[in-house]
């Protein structure tokens, strides 16, 4: 991932002990919109179908991607659901852990920061390009990873 590519390798060796490997199947319902957030996941294989506001957006997360990672670090409930679209490999990861580590590991945590912001600065430039307004940012992920679904 982007967001750690600059890392200290004692950081990343460090963040690679915390997490679990998870082998899952299609279909499986990773979490519903409203669960409340303890992991993030990162993919490392397969794709995984996003649903939120009552089936009104749809949107899908590949490998490379990491999800359920901000609204874990926010503390705020899921907003979407997942379920697995094919089989997917996938790095979980507790928040707290990773928390623990930006607190010992400042530049990664500024990496980590930084690709966040950038993301949001894109999403708003893009809403304000096409004259929305960007209040709604927060529910727009393409640009942090996420596919429309049809796209």
Sequence with gaps: MSAFACANLNALATMAEQFVEARIEPG???WRAGDAPDHVLMLVKGTVACEADLGRKRFRYGPGTAIGGVEAIAGKPRWYSVTTETPIVALRGRTDQMLDLFEDNFAMAMDFIAILS???IGIMERKAAMGQQAIG???DVSSLGAVPVGA
């Design 118 to 120: 950038s993301a949001l």
């Design 28 to 30: 499986a319902l990773l």
């Design 137 to 139: 940012v927060l529910r």
